[in-house]
T-cell receptor, first 114, second 114 residues
Framework: GESVGLHLPTLSVQEGDNSIINCAYS??????FIWYKQESGKGPQFIID?????DKRQGQRVTVLLNKTVKHLSLQIAATQPGDSAVYFC?????????????FGKGTKLSVKP | DTGVSQNPRHKITKRGQNVTFRCDPI?????LYWYRQTLGQGPEFLTYFQNEAQLEKSRLLSDRFSAERPKGSFSTLEIQRTEQGDSAMYLCASSLDAGLYEQYFGPGTRLTVT
């Protein structure tokens, strides 16, 4: 995969504000997308997923938006809390092709200021 | 325990030694995946199993790497003749079955090759 180095894009928000994390995915044939949260020293934690037949899905405090035209995915976190501080990754999968291969995007580090 | 577990959590080894990691997936999950993650990057797919069958291997999986899932439950990942470039976090994930199912990750095994 493409090397992204050690410096992740960083989003810094104030506690209580809304956060929007963006992701550009690579394969127009991908039909399943997942957002993961990863805290330091831990494995990725599933947040929310969306299938390509939808353009929006809501969870608890989180909303994922999918724009297939421009291959763009976003994660919105409402009322961001200090516990939301982590690195967020989007991942894509293609059900009609290799079903084992989740392709992860470049992560975004979310920093929440109290 | 309902999550994916991995052992050991940390492994320090000298270059040239062999190491083996273990992953216990969520019970009743048929699919098991191995990923590798280096600092500042998203996880990269290595291989996956459907029950005991290894269905796909990434080109990242050199011939020094071998993975097994002998009874369709736990899996092991062995690296022979370790190199410093093998230093990374090795993540295991499992999912219910083929198709559009979220993958749940374990905490990872941090490998350091000196």
């Amino acid at each position: 995969g493409e090397s992204v180095g050690l410096h992740l894009p960083t989003l810094s928000v104030q506690e209580g504000d809304n956060s929007i994390i963006n992701c550009a995915y690579s394969n127009s044939a991908s039909d399943y997308f997942i957002w993961y949260k990863q805290e330091s020293g831990k494995g990725p934690q599933f947040i929310i997923d969306i299938r390509s037949n939808m353009d929006k899905r809501q969870g608890q405090r989180v909303t994922v938006l999918l724009n297939k035209t421009v291959k763009h995915l976003s994660l919105q976190i409402a009322a961001t809390q200090p516990g939301d501080s982590a690195v967020y990754f989007c991942a894509e999968n293609m059900s009609t092709g290799s079903q084992g291969n989740l392709i992860f995007g470049k992560g975004t580090k979310l920093s929440v200021k109290p | 325990d309902t999550g994916v577990s991995q052992n050991p959590r940390h492994k320090i080894t000298k270059r040239g030694q062999n190491v083996t990691f273990r992953c216990d997936p969520i019970s009743e999950h048929n699919r098991l995946y191995w990923y590798r993650q280096t600092l500042g990057q998203g996880p990269e797919f290595l291989t996956y199993f459907q029950n005991e069958a290894q269905l796909e291997k990434s080109r990242l999986l050199s011939d020094r790497f071998s993975a097994e899932r002998p009874k369709g439950s736990f899996s092991t990942l062995e690296i022979q003749r370790t190199e410093q470039g093998d230093s990374a976090m090795y993540l295991c994930a499992s999912s219910l079955d083929a198709g559009l199912y979220e993958q749940y990750f374990g905490p990872g095994t941090r490998l350091t090759v000196t």
